[in-house]
């Protein structure tokens, strides 16, 4: 059984840029939710997506946007890369849209200079 | 934004030792989760305690849930130097898809 694996583990951007970031959960898993950690704070919802269909949606500007792919994978894309972007975005799976318990990647860390 | 608060924001314990964090919420729950985090990576389920249950334990792990408090602590008995970590209380809602996290409690076990 494979757990969630993130890439690129590290990148860096410059300001203006575009940046896409890839997760595969794991198996068994239809349910795929993005989450943005600040330095030194907890975790902030993205979104969620359920079957190819994004499912919910945080407080995000629509520059953030997602796709998930047939075998369950998915994608978080970042237009106009901001200072503010610089985080870590870690990917979480679970089975069908149940909160009880993700599975998380070890996350990619993003700098924008 | 975010609905958790732990408390208190850092820990240091020696092993041996007990641990306790603290969580406090805002809105009304399904569930309430507790996760560990090391040194910046990825976030490991610990425990999931539901709005209708008051106690829970796993291993050296205790959760409590008051709902009318809206509140909810974590203890980690005997305390070992591989429990240094960050630890989050993620509360489930009763609607929605979003786990909402808080700040996290930086727990440190000193040999």
């Known amino acids: 059984e494979t757990g969630v694996t993130q890439s690129p583990t590290h990148l860096i951007k410059t300001r203006g840029q575009q940046v896409t970031l890839r997760c595969s959960s794991q198996s068994g898993h239809n349910t795929v939710s993005w989450y943005q950690q600040a330095l030194g704070q907890g975790p902030q919802f993205i979104f969620q997506y359920y079957r190819e269909e994004e499912n919910g949606r945080g407080n995000f500007p629509p520059r953030f946007s997602g796709l998930q792919f047939p075998n369950y994978s998915s994608e978080l894309n970042v237009n106009a890369l901001e200072l503010d972007d610089s985080a870590l975005y870690l990917c979480?799976?679970?089975?069908?849209?149940?909160?009880?318990?993700?599975?998380f990647g070890e996350g990619s860390r993003l700098t924008v200079l | 934004s975010q609905q958790g608060e732990e408390d208190p924001q850092a820990l240091s314990i020696q092993e041996g030792e007990n641990a306790t964090m603290n969580c406090s919420y805002k809105t009304s729950i399904n569930n309430l989760q507790w996760y560990r985090q090391n040194s910046g990576r990825g976030l490991v389920h610990l425990i999931l305690i539901r709005s209708n249950e008051r106690e829970k334990h796993s291993g050296r792990l205790r959760v409590t849930l008051d709902t009318s408090k809206k509140s909810s602590s974590l203890l980690i008995t005997a305390s070992r130097a591989a429990d240094t970590a960050s630890y989050f209380c993620?509360?489930?809602?009763?609607?929605?898809?979003?786990?909402?996290f808080g700040k996290g409690t930086t727990l440190s076990v000193s040999s």
């Open positions: 979480a799976s679970s089975l069908d849209t149940d909160l009880g318990g993700l599975f």
């Open positions: 993620a509360t489930g809602p009763q609607a929605g898809t979003a786990l909402i």
